[in-house]
């Protein structure tokens, strides 16, 4: 089993930035991959970010490029979403997920198996 545990949501003004975590514990083979995403109310969920834990390599969607970056600290076992230069579309609720890499298609929702409670992102102007 893998248990995943979002902090860091709040509010915050346009432009400015916020830090998401995300603590992990279980059996790493099934959490090598790990992505960060977000559901606004009345949206489907959408992937932001993702990591492949053995290489680092990530992946982001288009529409966060050059703003939030994926990160993971092994030794602590966290991964982090660094949000920059937020802006009113942003807001949403965001959870991070964890599942094994194998075939994975790195912003489907429908690829992962374990999924945090979320945490409250707002963005206001």
């Known amino acids: 089993q893998v248990q995943l545990v979002e902090s860091g949501g709040g509010s915050v003004q346009a432009g400015g930035s916020l830090r998401l975590s995300c603590a992990v514990a279980?059996?790493?083979?099934?959490?090598?991959?790990m992505a960060w995403f977000r559901q606004a109310p009345g949206k489907e969920r959408e992937g932001v970010a993702h990591i492949y834990g053995t290489s680092g390599s990530t992946v982001y969607h288009d529409s966060v490029k050059g703003r939030f970056t994926i990160s993971q600290d092994n030794d602590k076992n966290t991964l982090y979403l660094q949000m920059n230069s937020l802006k009113d579309e942003d807001t949403a609720i965001y959870y991070c997920a964890a599942d094994r890499c194998l075939g994975m298609r790195p912003l489907s929702a429908r690829m992962y198996t374990y999924w945090g409670q979320g945490t409250q992102v707002t963005v206001s102007s």
């Open positions: 279980g059996d790493y083979s099934r959490r090598a991959c």
